[in-house]
């Protein structure tokens, strides 16, 4: 199993532009979800989702938007990247409400 | 609302010597409670959790923490620390009656350095 997996590694946007990041999980996990870790501030959930087709806002949504077409995917899109989502951007996932979280590795963006 | 405080933004200890990590967390009703650890550049993994089973947690990597509701406290502990424990250390709750937002939150994270 290779687990939750997340591409790209690195990224380096100019302001403006637009990505999205991908979050592929393989443990048939119902719960999916976005945050960003930012030095000093430990890590903020931006979105998640509870089941294919389902998104829900988290703690910082603003500028952000995801979709959840296919169970095992999640993604992240930045339509106007600002340098304030200068970033390091993990997705996890759990199999029930309040289980632990499974982590990817983290896609470091930045923000020009 | 529920919250959780890490006590110390950085430890140093020497190799060989325990570990503590301090961890306070407030909750309105029944936590779980995780300790997560990160090494540089990696993501974050799983050491132990609380889900209202015995008190005295055992993780991975010789780790293990107590719940003590009477504190509101989820310490995490080693009796002995090894070069590799180096990493970034994260305290989390997820509190049962949160309703529908369904997320953990994260303490700031304590910087465990380890010395020979």
């Known amino acids: 199993n290779a687990g939750v997996t997340q591409t790209p590694k690195f990224r380096v946007l100019k302001t403006g532009q637009s990505m999205t990041l991908l979050c592929a999980q393989d443990m048939n996990h119902e719960y999916m979800y976005w945050y960003r870790q930012d030095p000093g501030m430990g890590l903020r959930l931006i979105h998640y989702s509870v089941g294919e087709g389902t998104t829900a806002k988290g703690e910082v949504p603003d500028g952000y938007n995801v979709s959840r077409l296919k169970k095992q995917n999640f993604l992240l899109g930045l339509e106007s990247a600002a340098p304030s989502q200068t970033s390091v951007y993990f997705c996890?996932?759990?199999?029930?409400?309040?289980?632990?979280?499974?982590f990817g590795p983290g896609t470091r963006l930045t923000v020009l | 609302a529920q919250s959780v405080t890490q006590l110390d933004s950085h430890v140093s200890v020497s190799e060989g010597t325990p570990v503590l990590l301090r961890c306070n967390y407030s909750?309105?009703?029944?936590?779980?409670l995780f300790w997560y650890v990160q090494h540089p550049n990696k993501g974050l993994q799983l050491l132990l959790k609380y889900t209202s089973a015995a008190t005295l947690v055992k993780g991975i990597n010789g780790f293990e923490a107590e719940f003590k509701k009477s504190e509101t406290s989820f310490h995490l502990t080693k009796p002995s620390a090894h070069m590799s424990d180096a990493a970034e250390y994260f305290c989390v709750v997820s509190d049962r009656a949160w309703g529908e937002t369904d997320k953990l939150i994260f303490g700031t994270g304590t910087r465990l350095q380890v010395f020979p």
């Open positions: 909750s309105s009703y029944s936590p779980s």
């Open positions: 996890a996932s759990s199999y029930q409400r309040y289980n632990e979280q499974f």
